[in-house]
């Protein structure tokens, strides 16, 4: 087959070969035929990606290369900020936006052990576990509906002279309220995460400007597992406008190097061996320098191909999951007094991740999600619902220590017992989200 050919040719032979597959073997399976059941999510693709993954995996570099390079440039380039470092998941992500903030880099804004960050309760739970990992204390606010989202009408009463940080995401797509946030963390001095994993392409309109949600406050993180916004399969992103938080997060993603070379790269700086670190000796091989307790959080560059290609097709994922999400409201409008419906942040374009629901007094969720999962429409529940009530609070619960509730979190847990989402993935056609309302509309037929 590849006799008398180059590699070059040997290689377009085989991309060649992997369209035809794409077209003959994987177009069909993302066509949603009546009577299949309706996922919450999927992965959406062409054969770019294939091609891509194919692409990469004939180099067998394997770790990060020219396609990670790539999908830094140009992911940095979407979501406005000059730094992105890929990562190998959404939660490691999480994991090295808290972990950056802190480094002794930092000075007398590094987090402690011991010092506070304010965050929600009814969220995924990798938001809050490197904070409670590292020996900080979470403070919990309430939820507001049908944003929901923290309320911040609750920041000054969580606030203490610990308070460091506040790390939180934005729920199913719909921003937080950034203005008013952002302003609290400025005022007090404090750090911003923007955990944006369900909300890649959603806009906040702040400083005269749409800005893509994560690119506002210090660090935001992405996750690119496959019910996301975009897939590498797993994968994630950390980003940042600040030069050295930028350096910090990539030591910690890279073992804790002091080192900022690319892998395979040597000596970029030109002081590879002339230059004191600690108590090292003189000259000790810079790319055996740890300025901090790191890991190994990098992706491959097989996943980083798949990347690129996905976020090519980003404006029109969220282009669909925006109409998704109006028609199916438009069709649930003469429900509202069976269900709360979910409204947009004011001066927010959400790029949404699901359709939140709140049952109403006289409406049982569980026999309404029931109801729908036997009819084929997958549901899920906002996440942790209230996370200080999961199985891994019970030692702190226990004891009432390692985390704090400013108030209380009431609507949170109205959130936990009453609320589901269906999903508004971009794969879905017109019919699926016609046929979700028709169950919504439908419940009474429960008996």
């Known amino acids: ?8 040719q040997a290689r377009e032979a085989i ?13 069909d399976k993302q066509n949603w035929q009546e009577g299949q059941r309706i996922s919450y999510a999927s992965r959406v693709y062409g054969q770019e990606e294939l091609r ?62 011991g010092d506070e960050v304010i965050t929600v309760a009814a969220g995924f739970p990798t938001t809050v576990a490197p904070c409670i990992q590292y020996g900080a204390v979470p403070v919990f606010v309430d939820m507001a509906i049908p944003q929901y989202n923290l ?18 995401a934005h729920t199913l797509g719909n921003p937080f309220d950034l203005k008013a946030v952002r302003e609290f963390c400025s005022r007090h001095g404090l750090w911003l995460v923007e955990d944006n994993c369900d909300a890649l392409g959603s806009e906040y309109f702040i400083d005269g400007a749409w800005k893509k949600t994560g690119s506002i406050g210090d660090i935001g993180t992405s996750s690119f597992y496959p019910p996301h916004h975009m897939t590498m399969g797993e994968g994630g992103a950390v980003y940042t406008s600040s030069p050295l938080l930028h350096k910090i997060i990539r030591s910690l993603r890279d073992w804790g190097r002091d080192c900022m070379c690319p892998s395979g790269t040597d000596n970029l700086c030109g002081h590879r061996f002339d230059r004191q670190y600690g108590e090292l000796p003189a000259g000790y091989d810079h790319k055996y320098v740890y300025s901090h307790f790191g890991y190994n959080l990098k992706a491959t560059d097989m996943q980083a191909a798949v990347g690129c290609a996905q976020l090519g097709r980003l404006p029109e994922f969220t282009k669909r999951r925006r109409e998704n999400f109006a028609r199916l409201k438009e069709k649930l409008a003469g429900m509202e007094s069976c269900f709360i419906l979910p409204e947009p942040c004011p001066d927010s374009n959400p790029s949404w991740f699901g359709f939140l629901i709140t049952c109403r007094d006289g409406v049982d969720k569980n026999k309404l999600v029931g109801y729908l999962e036997g009819h084929g429409i997958q549901t899920r529940m906002l996440f942790s619902g209230n996370l200080v009530k999961q199985p891994c609070f019970d030692g702190m619960r226990s004891k009432q220590e390692g985390y704090r509730v400013a108030g209380s979190l009431k609507v949170t ?30 419940y009474q037929e429960m008996g």
């Open 413 to 442: 847990d109205l959130i936990m017992e009453k609320s589901f989402w269906v999903g508004l993935y971009p794969g879905m056609k017109p019919e699926m989200i016609d046929y979700m309302a028709e169950k919504l509309c439908g």
């Open 1 to 8: 087959m590849f006799e008398n050919k180059t590699e070059g």
């Open 52 to 113: 891509n993954l194919v692409d990469s995996s004939l180099e067998f570099w394997l770790t990060s290369g020219r396609y990670t390079e790539q999908f830094e440039r140009e992911f940095a380039a979407y979501i406005g900020t000059p730094y992105c470092s890929l990562v190998n998941s959404g939660s490691s992500a999480n994991l090295l936006a808290f972990m950056a903030l802190t480094s002794p880099l930092l000075g007398e804004r590094q987090i402690r052990r």
């Open 15 to 27: 991309l060649a070969f992997v369209e035809e597959y794409y077209e003959k073997f994987h177009r």
């Open 151 to 168: 309320d911040v009408g609750q920041l000054e009463q969580a606030l203490s002279e610990k308070t460091k940080a506040v790390m939180v």
